[in-house]
């Protein structure tokens, strides 16, 4: 069994001119890691395993949203997701009337995550109650939701309906050439379909896939949104010039050091926090050494404190990295010591992780690369081996907090959000 599932099987007989609706009327099921998150129970106490309701909607709303469905990650952390993105994530937006429980797709770039929450439905008093989560491989879940809209649509013809409103958006699908694919990629990472991007934002993509290539400009839409594209291009723009006038940096020292694997089913931020142990191992640095982050940057010949001639505060897209075979060269576009600091410890990362001819942007996105890189950087400058010495009971005061981030290097927030993501508590006065 796969970790997502969306089964069903048809209720009614075919019919010749049936309406879509009881064309495919459909006892369904999903299926969300180890938990049949369609289980519900009535107010009277009758459970089920399954629903009973027509699969035109939810396959209607897969085809419609395929896209963002499958690249649109968030594009920060901690934020909270509106309306629109949750129209484009939440099965919940597939309901027209009839119950379905809460399921969101959240893209992580080669991974999708799947989140199930218990809830009630108050109209048709009824409740979900299991949750579940999974992190599946974005091609499985593509093949599974695939296979199941292709399936209502055969059912569809099979009862003689032709171009219904699903039909025509799967047909979208199904149908682009290997060149509108990339196209569509692009627009489904800036959380658009292929037909709502106007005639600006296309050229705007055209001129950049040009000058950036397929995977850079990758990263550009992960972060961006259709408002935002034009900024975050100019960033882009920069980090990529800078990148040729950057010095060169050597990964020699740690060639030979194996990277952890990305293992979808573990939280992306473990694999950041797990290689800067084992860099700093490596590289005979102890985990309470202030000045670790500092050695490894002199190790790998890394000028953490320069940036090129273009500077911005663009906090989407912080820099870019360039490794070809052993050097790394790394653009850095923030005005603060501090920032630049950060992000050269996410290039550190980026260039130990890619392979041996890729570049890369750094940005505030939230996919597994991006996410392991940031937590890279936060355990590199600001070892939460120290934070736990430097602690009393557990406990940082603020003062500590700035501190040690002043002794560090780093800013404020690197150690606060560090602190509080291992357990420690900051007390303000």
């Not at 740690?254 to 931020?269: I, Y």
């Amino acid at each position: 069994m796969t970790s997502f599932q969306i089964a069903k099987a048809w209720l009614k007989p075919q019919q010749i001119g049936a309406s879509e609706l009881d064309a495919t009327m459909a006892r369904l099921t999903v299926i969300v890691g180890d938990r049949n998150v369609t289980e519900l129970v009535d107010s009277d106490g009758t459970r089920s395993d399954h629903l009973e309701i027509p699969a035109y909607f939810v396959a209607e709303w897969v085809a419609e949203n395929w896209w963002p469905l499958l690249w649109e990650p968030r594009k920060s952390e901690g934020g909270v997701d509106d309306v629109e993105f949750i129209a484009r994530h939440s099965l919940l937006a597939a309901q027209h009337g009839f119950v379905l429980p809460r399921v969101t797709f959240i893209p992580t770039g080669r991974a999708i995550r799947i989140v199930a929450n218990a809830r009630e439905a108050g109209i048709a008093d009824v409740r979900f109650f299991h949750s579940s989560e999974v992190s599946a491989p974005r091609l499985d879940v593509e093949q599974e939701l695939s296979a199941f809209v292709s399936a209502v649509c055969t059912r569809l013809e099979q009862c003689r309906i032709a171009d219904s409103g699903l039909q025509q958006a799967w047909r979208l699908v199904r149908d682009v050439t290997p060149d509108q694919r990339q196209v569509c990629q692009f627009a489904g990472a800036l959380g658009s379909a292929r037909d709502d991007v106007d005639d600006y934002t296309a050229a705007l993509l055209d001129r950049l896939l040009e000058k950036l290539g397929q995977r850079l400009l990758m990263d550009v839409c992960l972060v961006a949104l259709p408002t935002s594209l034009r900024a975050i291009a100019d960033a882009a723009e920069a980090a990529f010039e800078g990148l040729q006038t950057a010095p060169a940096a050597s990964l020699e020292p740690v060639l030979r050091l194996s990277v952890p694997v990305d293992d979808s089913s573990v939280s992306a931020w473990r694999r950041g926090v797990q290689a800067a142990e084992r860099l700093r191992k490596a590289l005979g640095i102890e985990d309470t050494d202030p000045g670790g982050a500092s050695r490894v940057f002199e190790q790998l010949g890394l000028e953490s404190d320069r940036h090129g001639a273009h500077v911005t505060n663009e906090i989407s897209l912080t820099g870019a990295v360039a490794r070809s075979d052993a050097e790394v060269r790394v653009a850095l576009l923030q005005p603060a010591a501090t920032q630049r600091r950060f992000t050269a410890a996410r290039a550190v990362f980026s260039a130990w992780t890619s392979e041996a001819h890729e570049k890369r942007y750094l940005t505030s996105s939230v996919t597994r690369d991006q996410q392991a890189n940031r937590a890279f950087a936060a355990e590199l400058t600001s070892p939460r081996a120290l934070l736990r010495a430097r602690s009393r009971r557990s406990t940082l005061t603020e003062d500590e907090v700035f501190d040690l981030a002043y002794e560090l290097q780093v800013g404020a927030d690197v150690v606060y959000r560090h602190a509080l993501n291992n357990d420690l508590r900051v007390s303000v006065s």
